[in-house]
């Protein structure tokens, strides 16, 4: 494995950070004070290109590979979590499926205004008595004719009221025996006659992110936009998941990064005893564990970049750094509020808004204690990935940036 960024990934990484630190940076603090998205957000993500960053030209990307989708949400994530949300659901949970398992008329009808930001996207599978237990969901789709009758309630669904298409997993056969082969996955117009969303408030964190819940009521979703045949819907969302996971862990590796440089820079301003506090070795002693935790975060989501740019399936590894990185994302802005002292308290300095986000990152896309269950499952050889009917592509740069 070859650690080097290429020019390419450097200009990727330096253009998402040229746009966050510019257009961001400054107003952050008003919109989560606020609780509310910043207006100009997700038109900026789409008119940089950045929502279609690892989608081939021909569909409407950026032809980039999947490191450089990581890079992109470190970046974002490193100024404020709300922006690589939008990565996770829009790109991640959402377009990658369609990309992964959309027949050609399904990638030319949705991915290509999804990878263009012209429709926003967003996964709708956690319902309100339902989160981890995937095949316990209730939403019901029923076959009717040409179309599928969908009624139920998501919850806790990130750009519940700005998106425009969801990725719906529901109930198509009520009568399987087992309920993993009960579920199909759907992309569904959220502005069909049915709909209702709204917006959650009260968040820990994630201030400045659209968080809500979508109803469906008799909703008519033609055949066409089922995605996959039926029976499909649990292997979809749990390879949406390995996507999300993915966008996840890099962005909470951005977390841990700007704790680093929010720590050093405080420690060597800040007085006590007659000299810099960065010369007290309780502090160094904070700041190291902050450093190495970077590193091994960093290279855990580089690991996956690179498999997924190889085709390989990497369930297992895509756990190690989703858990990783967010554990050691909430540890670092714990470490960074106790090094700031009473300031860090404050929303004077961000560090108390890192660890109000970084608390959330280890509840979804798979709380720490389902990634625990994951990697003993790998450890103790009671699972093992079975082949998809689609498996994510390998990335390619001849088709990826070629011309239709």
Not at 351 to 365: F, K, P, S
Not at 372 to 386: F, P, S, V
Request: charged share 25%; hydrophobic share 40%; net charge neutral.
């Amino acid at each position: 494995m070859d650690f080097s960024l290429s020019p390419e990934h450097e200009m990727t990484r330096n253009m998402v950070r040229d746009f966050v630190q510019k257009e961001i940076a400054p107003v952050i603090k008003e919109y989560d004070r606020k609780q509310e998205p910043i207006p100009f957000m997700l038109r900026r993500l789409g008119e940089l290109g950045i929502l279609g960053l690892p989608f081939p030209v021909r569909y409407g990307g950026q032809g980039m590979d999947y490191l450089a989708w990581g890079l992109a949400c470190e970046e974002l994530e490193a100024v404020d979590t709300s922006l690589r949300v939008v990565m996770s659901v829009h790109t991640g949970l959402c377009a990658m499926s369609v990309f992964q398992w959309g027949t050609e008329e399904q990638k030319r009808k949705f991915l290509v205004p999804l990878a263009k930001g012209e429709k926003i996207g967003c996964g709708a599978f956690t319902e309100p008595g339902m989160g981890s237990d995937v095949a316990a969901m209730r939403t019901s789709a029923k076959r009717d004719g040409d179309f599928y009758i969908l009624n139920g309630e998501k919850m806790w669904i990130s750009l519940a009221s700005k998106a425009d298409l969801a990725l719906v997993t529901a109930k198509t056969d009520l009568s399987s025996p087992k309920p993993s082969s009960a579920l199909s996955s759907f992309i569904v117009d959220l502005h069909s006659a049915g709909v209702k969303r709204g917006d959650l408030h009260g968040k820990l964190g994630v201030r400045a992110g659209s968080t809500g819940w979508i109803s469906f009521t008799d909703v008519r979703v033609p055949v066409e936009n089922r995605l996959g045949e039926e029976g499909e819907g649990f292997k979809i969302t749990m390879s949406a998941f390995d996507h999300g996971r993915y966008t996840v862990a890099s962005g909470a590796t951005g977390i841990i990064r700007a704790c680093l440089e929010a720590s050093v820079k405080y420690a060597k301003t800040r007085t006590t005893f007659g000299k810099p506090i960065a010369e007290h070795q309780l502090i160094q002693e904070k700041i190291a564990k902050m450093s190495q935790d970077y590193e091994i975060a960093r290279l855990l989501y580089y690991q996956v970049g690179w498999l997924k740019n190889q085709g390989r399936r990497c369930t297992r590894e895509t756990s190690f750094a989703k858990k990783f990185a967010t554990e050691a994302s909430f540890n670092a802005a714990n470490e960074a509020i106790q090094i700031h002292g009473a300031y860090g308290y404050s929303d004077e300095y961000d560090v108390e808004r890192y660890l109000r986000n970084a608390r959330g990152a280890m509840i979804y896309e798979g709380s720490s204690e389902i990634q625990t269950l994951i990697q003993a499952g790998y450890a103790l050889g009671e699972r093992a990935d079975k082949p998809l009917r689609c498996e994510a592509p390998a990335y390619d740069a001849g088709f990826w940036q070629g011309e239709p």
